[in-house]
């Protein structure tokens, strides 16, 4: 019997790789005679520089029923003020970044109003564009005037689009409404090496770029991932990285970005997978660590890709944690079904992996980089007074110069 009232079922999307593995989900629940399909879609998908993949939805034949815009367009003081930045952050608390109202169950389908959803859940923050009111709850319900505040008001730390043979080295990047560093449509030829970026929506974003190289990275508390391939990006190989604690996974393809390499990689400790492959081919993974990913140390769905002579190591008290799955189809807790099955990590073992590398103390690396600026705004100054000794004479104190002066041969 027919429910006289059909469930509604409600889909967010927030980019193409998230609706590729869902349009399947929405079209079986469309074709269910008790249940009602609603589209939100957010993120890039309604975003013009991503050519609107929400488009897209709708010519596959679904309504979107509504659009919600989290990542404003552009750097302009003017985007910047509508969304207060991309963000709010605890510098002294874990720093992982406060939840927007737009994006919680309570804004979507309890149709709560967002003052009052700020007032339910710590760590949550909402502005109020009429009012130009920014409403924040704490992570521990304490004013925030006793904490150390900061507000997300840049896209990348260092972007490129359609440039080619760049070369980012030793930079720390946090609170990067996007990433870090991004190597963007047309880019090619790039490479990151020994880089720090925590706290951004992706630590190294690849998006229709070719031919780059990320190594010696350490990567760790960003919103989506580590390392993002995404818009067939191809010829990509990372190398030598450190991935931790990254809301969806250290390392991820998809959207046709073919021909990567990931290799002397450590991932571990990701709140949901180790590396991701989605919509892909020709994947290679060989000789990295993924130790304790939550949910599953590698994810595989609708992509082809080679594995071998990698370390797995699980929690002993996460039962449900996986070594590997497919698409939540065949999954795998240890490595001996998983061989025997597919035929892959033939020389890979389960257990007994290096130990792991300490995580970075973001207290000290804030107060590093504070004192770093302090530093250079002192050198600064004396360069800008004259702030120039020169010795006269035996008895006259050593000599010291600015920068400028070093420059200018002075």
Same mark, same amino acid.
């Given at each position: ?367 590093? &980089? ?5 530093? &250079? ?34």
């Amino acid at each position: 019997m027919a429910r006289a009232t059909p469930r509604k079922i409600c889909v967010v999307l927030v980019d193409r790789a998230n609706y590729g593995r869902l349009k399947p989900v929405m079209h079986a629940i469309a074709a269910h005679q008790e249940l009602e399909l609603q589209v939100l879609a957010a993120g890039t998908m309604v975003l013009e520089r991503f050519h609107q993949p929400v488009q897209v939805v709708r010519e596959d034949g679904f309504q979107v029923d509504g659009e919600v815009y989290i990542e404003l367009e552009g750097s302009t003081p003017v985007t910047m003020a509508k969304s207060v930045g991309f963000g709010v952050v605890e510098m002294d608390g874990n720093q992982f970044r406060y939840r927007r109202v737009n994006t919680t169950k309570e804004y979507h389908v309890d149709k709560m109003d967002p003052i009052d959803i700020v007032a339910k859940l710590p760590s949550s923050f909402h502005y109020d564009e009429t009012t130009k009111m920014l409403y924040i709850h704490t992570s521990d319900d304490r004013p925030p005037t006793s904490h150390e505040i900061e507000l997300e008001r840049r896209d990348n730390g260092i972007g490129m689009m359609g440039k080619h043979y760049v070369t980012v080295i030793g930079f720390t990047f946090r609170h990067q409404g996007d990433s870090g560093i991004s190597f963007f449509i047309g880019s090619s030829d790039g490479v990151a090496i020994n880089n720090t970026v925590w706290g951004s929506r992706q630590g190294i974003r690849v998006y229709g770029a070719s031919n780059i190289l990320a190594y010696g990275n350490t990567l760790f508390r960003n919103e989506n991932c580590g390392i993002y391939f995404a818009k067939q990006s191809t010829n990509s190989s990372v190398v030598h990285n450190i991935m931790y604690e990254n809301l969806l996974a250290g390392v991820r393809w998809s959207s046709r970005s073919t021909e990567g390499l990931a290799t002397d990689n450590i991932v571990f400790d990701n709140l949901d997978r180790g590396i991701l492959i989605e919509d892909t081919e020709h994947i290679a993974l060989s000789a990295n660590e993924l130790v304790n990913n939550k949910n599953s140390q590698i994810l595989v769905r609708d992509s082809g890709y080679s594995s071998d002579v990698n370390c797995f190591q699980m929690d002993p008290g996460e039962p449900d944690q996986l070594l590997a799955e497919y698409w939540y189809v065949d999954r795998y807790r240890t490595l001996r079904p998983y061989q025997e099955e597919k035929q892959l990590d033939l020389y890979s073992h389960e257990g007994n992996c290096p130990p792991l590398p300490a995580k970075v103390d973001v207290h000290k690396l804030n107060a590093e &980089a504070i004192a770093y600026a302090e530093r &250079a705004r002192q050198i600064l100054n004396a360069a800008l007074e004259g702030g120039t000794q020169k010795a006269n004479g035996p008895g006259s104190p050593a000599s010291t110069r600015s920068w400028l002066d070093w420059l200018l041969g002075r």
